[in-house]
């Protein structure tokens, strides 16, 4: 059997097939991290965890509409006793999934050095990668009474030796490529040629990727893949067409997407045949004043309203939520 790493484009004969019955499908992710300045160096402490408590409320939010939500946990959030506290039980009773996301620079081992390189994890020695995997996927474990089964390198930063790792610790899905978003002018990876198709990494050891979200809506979005990358250095052409309706690249987030384009998006995916929707946003937002898009209460309101709009439209359209053992059972190995 061929086995690839992450960064690898998948071979048609790669795609996840899945079962017959399993229609199609919505995730929803959140990357469970501590609140940080991203503008600032980054730093192994001066991070806060004020919106941990908060991490409850959205767990109830999502049981109400019958959603089982993937909490992929970064190391300072799961080395806080509130958030065992707030989702726990859930984790334990299946009403939540429970995964791991890796910050390097707030994950132990500390040995190398901080810079903006070292914080995609593909980038550091593999030992190191490997040490922080580790250790985070036990911390997790510990804490949450689950394995976690699901990973997401911050900042997207998959690496070579990610995929065999991931093996190592008996994680069965790596949802850390964000197709169509290139980070390599940063050091990290370049998704923009990337299917959002789950695909299998590793078939033998039954390791999935299951990508973001994102798809290219418009009259020009066939050429979305090479159009949008091109004009990166001109974000006012950019910012023009999607004011036209030309070319809009849409990612499934409430984080900068609005709920009209969010649906948009949602029509694209679906009329595309994409089997499962994966939704994302990060947990700071649940709390305002820790990112640019919840400043104020009556912003976190809009979050709230945007996840209600959603929830509303994919039952409207047939899609159903899904969780991580229903996602693995369906797929045909």
Known sequence: MRQSGILDLPRPEDFVRFASDFGQRFLVTID???EFDWSKPFERTGHGL???PRLAKFQQFCEGFGVTPLWLVDHPVAGDQRAAEALGPAVREGRADIGIQLHPWVSPPHVEELNVHNSFAGNLP??????KIRALRNLVEQAFGAPPLVYRAGRYGVGPATAPILGECSIAIDSSVR?????????????RDHPVIPWWIDRTRGLMELPLTTVFWGPLRGQG???????????????LLARTGLLERIPLTPEGINADEALRGIDIALDDGLPVLVFSFHSPSLRPGNTPY???EDDLDRLYDWWR????????RGVRPTGVQELMRAAQV
């Open 50 to 52: 004020a919106h941990v």
């Open 179 to 191: 197709s169509r978003f290139d980070y390599s002018s940063h050091g990290g990876p370049n998704f």
């Open 225 to 239: 893949h090479w159009l949008y990358p091109a004009l990166w250095r001109v974000p006012r052409l950019r910012g």
């Open 126 to 131: 593999p030992e190191v990668e490997r040490a």
């Open 309 to 316: 709009k959603v929830f509303a439209y994919l039952q409207q």
């Open 294 to 296: 919840v400043r104020d």
């Open 32 to 34: 469970a991290e501590e």
